[in-house]
């Protein structure tokens, strides 16, 4: 199996810098550095780094591909202006999930996707295969790109001792491309996936080493801080952020999943449309919500929420919150249960109240 | 590398235990199993009184990545929980082997002590 996980071009660094290495979707990737909670902390009160490599791309280009975006995904993104980018998801017909992406756009007839590591291959071979007579070419850029993020209160200041693009002029989910730490050809995009402010950065994969050491080297004095994977998603789940396989995923649609802002039925058609319109204007059979507990213990996926002692749904992500310093995560839950202030979730055995949060922890 | 000291006695499933003169034995988890566990955050003891068997689950021990069984290493009735863990459940990470104790036994048979794994056997095993 360990012979099949891909490596990122920061292997080596994360060998160096103490990083624990995990497989995950198929790479093999740092889950921590020095601890999760520290990590976490750091993205919250100065600023972090993470390699978040595996991630795929996919360039899209040609007459017709603002109108094939706007076929294959929920939102509309032939609105979108070049220099910004938009969060979609991709729906199968019966509105599960293929994925959910950025897309960011370059000029009129040229964009690029930000994949899931997980679905990559899947994504193209479901775009590639949506293409039909549309003058569009998807390609497979996943091994060219490298990625980095910076994330946190001093991403800003600590990413501006490394570059002269004017960060201040890039609003959220705007980007401009240029030269970090002396690598050019960098996408800079104001965006992240951990409730802090933050930059994300696309960069040639060769110059994945020398920016991400000039970042750290640069960001030391302030606080900044390698982050891994583990504190990447107990950040996403403090600012109610959705991960494909948990909250979204091919049984799971952007409706139940609390998404529909991403879903744009004033567009004529796009895949999915029907079964996504029927399940607005009906109400899903069952939705996601965010919970907290009371209690040290933590719910973890596939643990069964009870109403009384009929089960009424399952957990669909489960970490302790640092900032709250209490369980948190999200459930998936039937109609008609998801305001209920009397549900329990089964820890192994014992029951614990759970207390439905409407709004993220993090803001 | 994790620490294995020499005076103490192990499992594979990386509990220590500290056998007493009296009798009693204290027992805890390893260097080497809280590192691979991260940031601990909660664990769940039983309550004194209640027996095990040798490698039945005595507990469990909970950190931001994943919930993990603790195996009794021997028979034993618990004489003694270490419930300032309630509190401190990092104490786990930071002192593994001292103020991170898990429970105090009293033995039923003192011969399985034999079975458990020196700190060279338990070192092999990392």
Known sequence: MSETLARTPLYDLHAELGGRLVPFAGWEMPVQYTGIIEEHMAVRKTAGLFDVSHMGEARIRGRDAAAFLDRIMTNELSTLKPGAARYTLMCQPDGGCVDDLIVYRFSETEFLICLNASNAPKDLAWMRSLIGTAKVEVLDECAAWAQLAIQGPLAEQILALTTALPLASIRRFGFLVGEVAGASGCVVSRTGYTGSAGFEIYLPAASATPVARALLAAGKPLGLIPAGLGARDSLRLEAGYPLYGHEISERISPIQAGLGWTVKFTKAQFIGREALRRQADGGPPSSVVMFSLDDRRIARQGAIVFAGDTAVGEVLSGTLSPVLNKPIGTALVAAGFTGSSELTVDIRGTRLPLHISVEPFVK | ?126
């Open chain 2, 1 to 126: 590398m994790s620490q294995v000291p020499a005076h103490l006695r192990y499992t594979k499933e990386h509990e220590w235990i500290r056998l007493e003169a009296d009798g009693t034995a204290t027992i805890g988890i390893t260097d080497h199993a809280q590192a691979a566990l991260g940031d601990v955050t909660f664990v769940d003891l039983p309550k004194v009184g209640k027996s095990f068997a040798a490698g039945e689950v005595f507990g469990t021990v909970e950190s931001v990545k994943a919930a993990s069984d603790l195996y009794s290493p021997v028979s034993a009735e618990i004489v003694e929980a270490n419930t300032g863990l309630n509190d401190t459940p990092d104490l786990v990470n930071r002192e593994p082997y001292g103020g991170a104790w898990m429970i105090r036994v009293k033995l039923k048979n003192p011969a399985e002590a034999a079975q458990l794994l020196d700190a060279a056997a338990y070192s092999a095993t990392l």
